[in-house]
Every structure is written in structure tokens, then in C-alpha cells.
């Protein structure tokens, strides 16, 4: 074999060797785990007892931290009412001081449409126009403009579950036993929430959640969220 070839030879076998010991090309590798890239479990959603969802965290957490305004751990009474006329601010979209039919569709659909999934719809009388928000005939009319006021969903204005220990709604996932917070709040049925209507939903709830009536909320006395009570 002339030298030529023997060297073309010597090449082809280094060649094959370098192959061998390379690692194969896949294409891109899986990337990170799941976990490195924050992708645990879904958060689990908290609606406050003004109805304000969260999503993300520990949402009763977080919403307890936002409405304690000085940061000492203890949710006085004005601080809960006033985180809820934060929140009422939010739905009055308008900035006319009321909360009215249009506007209580705008929370069930965007806000916090997670209340009306119920997996089945919304019967009548209970949940109005399209979306099961309060709006009334064609065209999502809101109560109060010609509508006789509907009767509320169950649980409006109690704390106690209902037969058979279900609850419905915003219900399932807040500290109180109301289904709509935001009609939870129209106290005299006629669609549209005022401030005072409001404020005094607010001051009702602080009561309800205030158990042993010192005037202030702590996280570790705050009721059991539905899914975390203790197995009788």
C-alpha cells in the first residue's frame, strides 16, 4: 500500500473513533425542570370577603398584608373598610358612585368570572342577562330601570353553609359564605350598590369574621378556608 493511502486510511479511522466517543446531537436539550422554572402546582385562588380575587401565592396572605395598612399583623375595622372601598372604587368604572348592572357584569366576566362556573347555568332569576351577571332583559338592562328587584342567591347575607354543606359561587373560595359579594352587598335588591349600601355590607362582614369581637383581625383567627377544615 503506497504511503498516500496509508495515511488516508489512518484518517478515516481517527475519523470514525472521534465519532464514537462524541456525544450524539439530540437537538435541544428538555431545558430546565419544571420546578427550576417556578412551574409548582396552580396557586390556589382567594377571593376576598369584598370579592376581590387573587390568584397568585398565598392569596388570603397577601390580600390580609395589602389591607393592613400599618403592617402590625392586626386588621383593624378601619382598615378592612377601607381596603373595601378600595376595591369598590375598582368596580364603580364609572367613578359615579354606584355599582350598577353593567358594572356587575364587568365583575363576573373579567373581574372574577370564576364565581359563575359553576357547571351549569345560572338559574333564572338569580343571575340576569348574559355571564350570570344582574342584567336583566335584552341587552344586559341593569335592575332598578323599570325590572321588578330580583330575589338574592342563596347565602346572601348569611354565614352558614347552605343544606347539605355546599357552597356556591365566590363562596367556595373566600372566608365568608357568600356566593356574589358585590350583589351580596345590595341591600335593598334593586341592582345597583351605593357607598352606603357598601360600607355597610363591609362593616357586616368585619363582624362576622371578627369572632371574638375585639375589633381586629389576626390571620391565625381568621376561619378556615373552604377545602382546609379539619376532618370532623
Do not use: H
Amino acid at each position: 500500500m503506497t504511503r498516500p493511502l496509508i495515511m488516508l486510511a489512518l484518517c478515516g479511522l481517527w475519523a470514525s473513533s472521534a465519532a464514537a466517543q462524541a456525544p450524539a446531537d439530540l437537538g435541544p436539550g428538555p431545558g430546565p425542570e419544571p420546578e427550576r422554572l417556578g412551574q409548582g402546582p396552580p396557586a390556589r385562588l382567594f377571593i376576598s370577603p369584598s370579592g376581590e380575587p387573587f390568584r397568585e401565592g398565598d392569596g388570603l396572605a397577601a390580600w390580609f398584608a395589602g389591607a393592613d395598612r400599618d403592617g402590625d399583623t392586626l386588621l383593624t375595622r378601619p382598615e378592612f373598610e377601607a381596603d373595601a372601598e378600595r376595591f369598590f372604587a375598582v368596580l364603580d368604572a364609572d367613578g359615579d358612585g354606584v355599582v350598577d348592572g353593567f358594572e356587575n357584569q364587568a365583575y363576573e366576566r373579567q373581574i372574577a368570572p370564576e364565581i359563575t362556573r359553576l357547571g351549569e347555568s345560572p338559574r333564572p332569576g338569580a343571575g340576569g342577562g348574559p355571564g350570570g351577571g344582574p342584567g336583566g332583559g335584552p341587552g344586559g338592562r341593569p335592575d332598578g330601570d323599570g325590572e321588578r328587584p330580583r330575589r338574592p342567591m342563596p347565602g346572601f347575607g348569611r354565614d352558614k353553609p347552605e343544606p347539605g354543606g355546599q357552597r356556591q359561587g365566590a363562596a367556595r373560595y373566600g372566608l365568608l359564605n357568600e356566593p356574589q359579594p358585590v350583589r351580596g352587598a345590595d341591600g335593598d335588591l334593586s341592582g345597583r350598590i351605593s357607598k352606603i349600601e357598601w360600607r355597610a355590607a363591609a362593616a357586616r362582614r368585619f363582624n362576622l369574621l371578627d369572632l371574638d369581637g375585639d375589633g381586629v383581625l389576626t390571620l391565625d383567627t381568621l376561619p378556615p378556608l373552604p377545602g382546609a377544615r379539619p376532618p370532623r
